[in-house]
């Protein structure tokens, strides 16, 4: 058994207002992340992203900030962080972020139109942040290469599959009796 799916089996289950919330090294930063982990996820993200022609690695704050580092250490594509602070730089782009149990304002910088981006995130929960995202890139006039989310939570409603978005992801998940459980190992659907 891969690591990712062990650790995510092994995750503790919290509730927050109602919304069931697996605690995970890549989604929480606890309990602390294995170095094997994330390079276990970043092979994966690499040879499951389409990287061709890829200029841009795009990620929110915070947790999709440790993963995408990586794999932009081990591709060369520069990385984008959005972020929950706004700078007031030129062409900075505000995007209204709403999930499951939160929702904030967020902000894009140095990103343009005709850029060729890979997003990615850690968690695909309600798609409200990668829909949000996505949406806000193509305003931009960016071109949506590939997203990849490296667990997706699949037990509710998702803003991104009635979107014209698709994301890949690496495993996939659902909560049940208080435990993780694994319904598609591989994210493929």
Same mark, same amino acid.
């Given at each position: 058994?891969?690591?990712?799916?062990?650790s995510?089996?092994?995750?503790?289950?919290?509730?927050?207002?109602?919304?069931?919330?697996?605690?995970?090294?890549?989604?929480?930063?606890?309990?602390?992340?294995?170095?094997?982990?994330?390079?276990?996820?970043?092979?994966?993200i690499?040879?499951?992203?389409?990287?061709?022609?890829?200029?841009?690695?795009?990620?929110?704050?915070?947790?999709?900030?440790?993963?995408?580092?990586?794999?932009s250490?081990?591709?060369?594509?520069?990385?984008?962080?959005?972020?929950?602070?706004?700078?007031?730089?030129?062409?900075?782009?505000?995007?209204?972020?709403?999930?499951?149990?939160?929702?904030s304002q967020?902000?894009?910088?140095?990103?343009?139109?005709?850029d060729?981006?890979?997003?990615?995130?850690?968690?695909?929960?309600?798609?409200?942040?990668?829909?949000?995202?996505?949406? +806000?890139?193509e305003?931009?006039?960016?071109? /949506?290469? $590939?997203i990849?989310? #490296? !667990?997706?939570?699949?037990? @509710? =409603?998702?803003?991104?599959?009635?979107?014209?978005?698709? +994301?890949?992801?690496?495993i996939?998940?659902? /909560?049940e $009796?208080?435990?993780v #459980? !694994?319904?598609?190992?591989t @994210? =493929?659907?």
């Amino acid at each position: 058994m891969d690591q990712l799916r062990r650790s995510l089996l092994e995750s503790p289950i919290i509730e927050k207002e109602g919304y069931h919330y697996f605690v995970h090294p890549i989604s929480d930063g606890v309990p602390m992340l294995e170095p094997s982990l994330l390079r276990e996820i970043v092979i994966k993200i690499i040879r499951k992203a389409r990287l061709e022609n890829v200029d841009k690695i795009v990620t929110p704050a915070a947790m999709g900030i440790h993963i995408s580092t990586a794999v932009s250490l081990m591709t060369d594509i520069p990385l984008v962080v959005i972020r929950k602070r706004e700078y007031g730089l030129s062409g900075e782009t505000p995007l209204f972020q709403q999930t499951g149990y939160s929702e904030s304002q967020m902000y894009i910088n140095d990103v343009e139109g005709g850029d060729n981006v890979l997003v990615l995130d850690d968690v695909l929960s309600t798609g409200g942040t990668l829909s949000a995202i996505c949406a +806000a890139l193509e305003d931009i006039g960016a071109n /949506i290469v $590939d997203i990849v989310a #490296v !667990i997706k939570k699949d037990d @509710g =409603d998702n803003e991104l599959e009635s979107s014209e978005y698709s +994301a890949k992801t690496l495993i996939n998940v659902v /909560i049940e $009796d208080g435990e993780v #459980v !694994i319904v598609n190992p591989t @994210g =493929d659907d």
